[in-house]
């Protein structure tokens, strides 16, 4: 579900705020970057806090490899962490693997949408060649997002209503049979991990639902909801990155029974009030960073600086 959702975003900002591949590539770089640094520093630092005081909490998981730390975060960095056979993650941060497949989609969207001929074809390749066979196995699920924002407008809107409940209703019948243990999975080490048919056909159910909801006229929030959810939403990346390295450091110094009620309900508050407090204070810098990078390209390209275009304009 979470692919489906970036493809349906990245296809709309792309048809109405970031239309050229200046503006896309600069923020995405910004989007990523403005939460991945500090995740990468508050990782490092939990990590290995937490290792010391107790390492029960701080082993690999999901057969990602841990020998070779420096490596494993260089390589996370450039998302090349689930390319291949590689499997690594920056410390124990295991939401970042999604990373690894986003950034690669971010890429194969903007060579297909932005470049034309060769160059597009050339792009296309590396990007491919770099991603690996792991990664390009869910693209058709991200693919999905992006033609649910492409095909919205063509269906009928009284449809709207009843293709939600439909895909609603087919995916409460499809886990009440048995949800993901219905398909085979392949088990190879070429391929996500526990992957199978089913992230298809709930990726279509997804597309499908978004579809719908598009064309049904949703009532609209008091003006106080609407600021509380946009608040929210805008932490959402930093509460990703940031909640887990939480929860193990948590985990492992608050001093109460692991199993106790206690102990869980303080954990959980404590990781998720630091990673949204965190996240306030981090992702508003993504415009503050997206302007530094957007000067140092122009800089690097020869091109006059932002403000010296605007007050052209102006001028």
Not at 4 to 18: H, P
Not at 109 to 118: D, E, K, S, V
Not at 127 to 139: E, K, Q, T
Request: hydrophobic share 55%; net charge positive.
């Amino acid at each position: 579900m979470f692919f489906v959702l970036s493809g349906f975003v990245i296809a709309w900002v792309s048809d109405t705020r970031e239309r050229t591949l200046e503006e896309y590539g600069l923020s995405r770089v910004a989007r990523l970057f403005s939460v991945i640094i500090p995740a990468f520093v508050l990782t490092a630092v939990l990590d290995r806090i937490g290792t010391a005081v107790d390492p029960r909490l701080y082993s690999p998981e999901w057969d990602h490899s841990m020998a070779h730390p420096v490596i494993d975060y260089a390589l996370s960095a450039v998302f090349l962490g689930e390319s291949w056979r590689i499997r690594v993650l920056p410390g124990l941060n295991v939401p970042y693997w999604s990373l690894n497949y986003e950034a690669w989609y971010y890429v194969l969207f903007a060579a297909a949408i932005f470049l034309q001929g060769r160059p597009r074809i050339a792009a296309v390749i590396v990007a491919a060649l770099l991603a690996g066979p792991r990664i390009l196995f869910l693209l058709p699920v991200w693919l999905m997002g992006v033609a649910a924002w492409r095909w919205r407008a063509e269906l009928p809107r009284q449809l709207g209503r009843p293709l939600v409940f439909v895909c609603l209703a087919g995916f409460i019948a499809l886990e009440t049979l048995g949800g993901r243990q219905l398909f085979w999975h392949p088990g190879s080490g070429w391929l996500p991990p526990d992957s199978s048919a089913y992230d298809f056909v709930l990726g279509a159910l997804v597309g499908v639902f978004l579809i719908g909801l598009a064309n049904v006229q949703l009532p609209m929030p008091p003006a106080r909801f609407e600021r509380l959810v946009r608040g929210l939403a805008g932490t959402s990346f930093g509460l990703y990155l940031l909640h887990y390295p939480l929860l193990n450091f948590f985990g492992t110094v608050v001093p109460e029974p692991p199993d106790g009620a206690l102990h869980r309900v303080l954990v959980f508050g404590l990781a998720l009030g630091g990673a949204l407090g965190l996240a306030r204070l981090i992702e508003p810098r993504k415009a503050a960073l997206k302007a530094q990078l957007r000067s140092a390209l122009h800089l690097l390209l020869g091109k006059p600086p932002p403000r010296a275009v605007a007050r052209q304009r102006l001028s």
